[in-house]
């Protein structure tokens, strides 16, 4: 019995050199990084410009690291897609901030589209997927009332 209770204790004590040794309890103990990006939809509107191939957002920046946006995906509920990459130009909004952004589908926009083309129609849902410059995607859902 002796016998068994020294060899735990022998390998309870090499893991803990080990885990010291490889570095693992600095990782383990590390305060973690409370950095990220975080967007929210606070106002949506079909147009100014044109109602069925315009929705303007009002974005609220909620993170913690300002965000620039990079690319956009608009997708009806039968699965058809446009897509706007690289979207160029687009403001920063520093936390706590909003801003606006257009985005458009359709000729107007000179965005890529998988499945059938489509415009906005009254009644229906479409999802709207951002790209921030670091690779974070923001999903959100639209409808359009009139």
């Keep these: 019995m002796a016998t068994l209770l020294m060899v735990v204790i022998v390998v309870a004590a090499s ?23 975080a967007l ?3 106002f949506s509107g079909f147009g100014p410009i044109n109602a069925n ?46 801003g606006w952004s257009q985005i458009l589908i359709s000729s107007i926009c000179g965005c890529q589209y998988t499945g059938t083309a489509f415009t906005f129609q009254t009644g229906q849902s479409y999802t709207i997927t951002l790209i921030s410059s670091l690779g974070t995607q923001f999903s959100f859902s639209v409808v359009r009332y009139s």
Excluded at 23 to 36: D, I
Excluded at 53 to 68: A, F, Q, W
């Design 15 to 37: 893991v803990m050199v080990f885990v010291y040794a490889t570095g693992l309890f600095g990782a383990l103990t590390r305060a973690p990084s409370y950095q990220k990006e």
């Design 40 to 42: 929210g939809l606070e």
């Design 53 to 98: 191939s315009n929705v303007t957002l009002y974005l609220r920046n909620t993170g913690t690291v300002p965000v620039t946006l990079a690319s956009y995906f608009v997708k009806d509920a039968s699965g058809n897609q446009y897509a706007r990459t690289p979207w160029a130009n687009q403001p920063t909004l520093a936390p706590t901030t909003g």
